[in-house]
Each structure stands twice: as C-alpha cells, then as structure tokens.
C-alpha cells in the first residue's frame, strides 16, 4: 500500500509546473495513521531528500502544530488536514437539489 501511494504521489510530481510547496495527508488513513505517513516520506525521501517528519508532530497527527507535521525548516512542508466528506457531500447534494 505505502509503495503505491509513494508511487502515485511521485506521478503526480511530474505533472506539475513547479516545485511542490506542501504534502498534505487528509481523509481516515491520511489524518489517523502515522506509520503509515512515515512509511510513505520514507520512501518519498528516496527522490526528494529534502523531506521528513517530526515524529513527536507526526505522533499527534499534527494537532500541536496546525498540522505541519515536518520537520523545521524542511520543504516541501507535510501536513495533515482534517476533511469530512460525508458533509462536503451532503452540502453538494442539497445545493443540487434546491
């Protein structure tokens, strides 16, 4: 699982135009896993040196640090996010529907 999403990410770099500012994790494993956030800068570090977490930030899902969970100094920044689909889901719906 974490080659595949080390592997997508690293795609995704190469659509873009410019350097990457921010990592940002989100959604149920993204925001509550995070062995599996450094499993994957690990091997997100293989190409791009410049990124690591602060692991005691990284152990508290980044709620002590408005989650940037990187290290000082580190770029890109990683953050987590919180998101809740089923709302941004159920706004779109109605706003469908009215």
């Given at each position: 699982f974490v080659f595949r999403l080390a592997q997508n990410i690293a795609k995704s770099l190469v659509a873009l135009e410019g350097p990457m500012d921010a990592l940002v994790f989100t959604a149920g494993i993204g925001e509550h896993s995070s062995e599996i956030r450094q499993r994957t800068i690990n091997e997100l570090a293989?190409?791009?040196p410049s990124l690591g977490l602060d692991k005691e930030r990284n152990e508290v899902d980044g709620h002590d640090s408005n989650g940037?969970?990187?290290e000082d100094g580190a770029f890109p920044a990683v953050l987590v996010v919180a998101t809740d689909?089923?709302?941004m889901i159920a706004k779109e719906c109605i706003r469908l529907v009215c």
């Open positions: 293989k190409l791009i940037v969970i990187s689909e089923e709302a």
